[in-house]
Nanobody, 115 residues
Framework: QVQLVESGGGLVQPGGSLRLSCAAT????????MEWHRQAPGKQRQLVAT???????DYAGSVKGRFSISRDVAKNTLYLQMNSLKPEDTAVYYC?????????WGQGTQVTVSS
């Protein structure tokens, strides 16, 4: 079992930055891959960034060059550094963690980009 809790969301002006965190508890050593997803109102959930157990990362085209995913294994925490934020980045951001048997999700944190 893995429990995930996101934090760090909030209101930011266009061009600003935020860092999201996702703390993993339970059996974090079983996690193979972690991801950030987001869901805007009226839209489907979208994959934003991925990081594997060995640190290989990948990003959606819409955030490449602006967002950075990282993982602190010692703290069992996943991060998403978001720079140059745009209004279209407004969404609820969710982290997930994949093990060999299932995928776990956090409850989400709201990010609003607006002037």
């Amino acid at each position: 079992q893995v429990q995930l809790v996101e934090s760090g969301g909030g209101l930011v002006q266009p061009g600003g930055s935020l860092r999201l965190s996702c703390a993993a508890t339970g059996s974090p050593s079983s996690i193979l891959q972690m991801e950030w997803h987001r869901q805007a109102p009226g839209k489907q959930r979208q994959l934003v960034a991925t990081i594997t157990r060995i640190g290989i990362t990948d990003y959606a085209g819409s955030v490449k060059g602006r967002f950075s995913i990282s993982r602190d294994v010692a703290k069992n925490t996943l991060y998403l550094q978001m720079n140059s934020l745009k209004p279209e980045d407004t969404a609820v951001y969710y982290c997930n963690a994949g093990t060999s048997s299932r995928v776990y999700w956090g409850q989400g944190t709201q990010v609003t980009v607006s002037s």
